[in-house]
């Protein structure tokens, strides 16, 4: 966020939440905030407004950012990546011999923790308006012997910030690489345990054809793991430092701009950009699409949960533990509210993304707007993420699988959920379409007349005078007919165990090694 332009009315700090020094609503004489009241009229005591989003919420908090995620976004976090970005950029200047030997271990000295007072900072942020020169003037004070005059040389804000971001978002990669990997490992175990616990697979909401709940897993495993991919192929491209000046020339550096940026890339462990970016956001609209992809997968695994866990369909339910209350009125409820959560997750989480898309019609060489956008989408949609992560993992550790409830689910439907099998086998005596007319004709009787299919099938001479009622039974069997299930469920745990296919491999070349994709 920045905090010049959040607070530049208010001409006195306040205490901050997390610590970070730094108020979140204007204060003073001339925006003094309302009283806090209750239901009774009476001020709360000591209230200083500063929990006034949800992410800070005491109550609600906790369901839409994680301690990762806080962290990485922490002003205070922020405004000392910074200082690492500016030390990184004086000690290769120094090293290309651009300023006085000995600056860059001054201004790194300068730049660690605790040197310079951030919090002392906050009036000139409001005074200035500008979100970077106040903390370069801290810098330049906290520098021995006039070292602090060379800081920033050649650079602009936006060098500095967007360098930053990029490290922002290679600590969200790899919280999320972290949280998707331990998500793999226990759909992995899951699969394996259920790769042939029967169940209803059902269309359109309604019963379809018998499945296996091994194959739904391999289905979230499969998804899940191209989004591991796409998370290693966004590394590349956007992980990228920035160097260029005010306008994308360079000119500030004494014609040695581009080996400048080549050092200052590798001393943070970012990639070097081929021109400046200062208004090219394709990489930042990327990253925020790239994680409201892997919420939307998540969202449809807790989506799953939550709908196979209703009292009528009783297949799934998340865990739980004495103590968690589901209502305050009716004490019996268990309600998946964690699933829940991760769905609507994935809706904040999509949002946010398609805000970052907005950032990318900009103006010129330079444009703030786009960037002002990109201050709140960036860790929004980081804070979705990783919280939606978070969470289902939590649900999947507990999740418990009602094998008695998906065979009774099945066996309720059965006759139905084999119409298929049936319509395929007499298909063979007297060809698809007529055998599908046939079936046709039987199954909407039964169900209109609200009897048994198979006792109708029995009355059909049609279908008697060519299918024995042995195999009849067989047919109308739906633990006969999961077709493949097994084995794709094996070839989705097989292709999940190998994880990402590193970028520029391809897909063929994992088959050729015995490794279905």
Known sequence: MDISRR????????????????????????????????????????????????????????????????????????????????????????????????TAARVAR?????????????????????????????????????SGEMVHLGATTQDIQ????????RDVLDEADRELTAM???????????????????????????????????????????HGERLAQLRERALVAQLHGGVGTMAGFQGRGQELLTDFAARLGLGEPVVGWHVARDRVAEFGTTLALLTGTLGRIAEEIRVLSRAEVGELSEGWEY??????????????????QVVLLARLARSAAALGVEGMVQEHERDARGLRMEWVTVADVSHYTLAALAILNEVLAGLRVHRERMAANAASVAEFLCTEALMLALGERIGKQSAHTLVYA????????????????????????????????????????????????????????????????????????????
């Open 184 to 226: 793999t490992t226990r759909l992995i175990a899951l699969a394996g345990a259920h790769r042939d616990t029967l169940m209803v697979g059902r269309t359109h909401a309604q019963p379809a054809l018998p499945i296996t709940f091994g194959l739904k897993v391999a289905s979230w495993l499969d998804e899940l793991g191209r």
């Open 323 to 340: 103590g968690r209350v589901g209502s305050s009125t009716m004490p019996h409820k268990r309600n998946p509210e964690r699933s829940e």
């Open 442 to 517: 039987v199954s909407q009787r039964a169900q209109s007349d609200g009897r048994p299919l198979r006792v109708c099938v029995r009355e059909c001479a049609d279908i008697t005078c060519r299918i024995s009622a042995a195999a009849l039974d067989d047919l109308l069997d739906p633990a006969r007919y999961v077709g493949e299930a097994g084995a794709l469920t094996d070839r989705a745990v097989a292709r999940a165990r190998l994880g990402p296919v590193p970028p520029g491999t391809p897909r063929v070349a994992r088959t050729e090694e015995g490794v279905p994709s």
């Open 7 to 102: 607070h530049q009315q208010a001409p006195a700090p306040v205490p901050a939440p997390y610590g970070d020094g730094l108020p979140y609503g204007p204060t003073g004489p001339a925006h003094a905030p309302p009283a806090c009241e209750g239901e009774d009229g009476h001020t709360a005591a000591g209230c200083g407004h500063e929990r006034g989003h949800v992410l800070d919420s005491l109550f609600h908090g906790q369901g839409y950012a994680t301690a990762a995620s806080r962290r990485i976004f922490c002003d205070r976090c922020r405004l000392q990546r910074w200082l690492r970005v500016e030390a990184a950029l004086t000690a290769s200047q120094e090293r290309l011999g651009m300023i006085a030997s000995g």
């Open 110 to 146: 300068a730049c660690e923790p605790g040197r310079i007072d951030l919090a002392s900072l906050e009036p000139e942020f409001r005074r200035t308006g500008h979100s970077l020169v106040p903390l370069l003037r801290g810098l330049e004070a906290a520098c021995e012997a006039g």
């Open 162 to 169: 967007d360098t930053a971001q990029s490290l922002e978002m």
